[in-house]
């Protein structure tokens, strides 16, 4: 119903935060062999708005979602906004936490990997 909707707004807050961390790297000297935050939080917009696009497209696939107003089937009738704000809360909450949960695993793996070639670097 909407539940693509959440992993949007996931996608918008990241590339809101990505600019201004763009803008802060800017003004500050950054380390050299590191990926600059922003570049991380690049990746968090793309994942989210990849999972929103497909979440949107199996929506579009089902009916739910319409070319015309209010564009969500769901939307029309009273009773049924109680279950769409339910799956909002529940599976589209449940997306987003989920590609948090692989972005942040990536920044273990990429802070690891930085670590190990900053450590190569010293020793050569």
Do not use: Y
């Not at 003004?27 to 600059?36: R, S, W």
């Not at 070319?67 to 987003?96: D, H, I, S």
């Amino acid at each position: 119903m909407a539940c693509f909707l959440v992993p949007t707004a996931e996608a918008v807050i990241a590339g809101v935060s990505k600019k201004v961390a763009k803008n802060n790297e800017k003004k500050h000297e950054t380390k050299e062999g590191k990926i600059p935050f922003s570049t991380k939080l690049g990746w968090l917009t793309k994942m989210s708005a990849f999972g929103a696009i497909l979440l949107a497209f199996e929506h579009v696939w089902h009916g739910e979602v319409v070319p015309f107003f209010p564009f969500l089937t769901n939307a029309v009738n009273p009773k049924n906004r109680a279950e769409m704000f339910t799956e909002m809360a529940t599976t589209g909450v449940l997306m987003a936490a989920l590609i948090l949960v692989v972005w942040i695993g990536m920044l273990v793996v990429v802070h690891f990997a930085e670590k190990k070639a900053a450590k190569e670097v010293t020793e050569s």
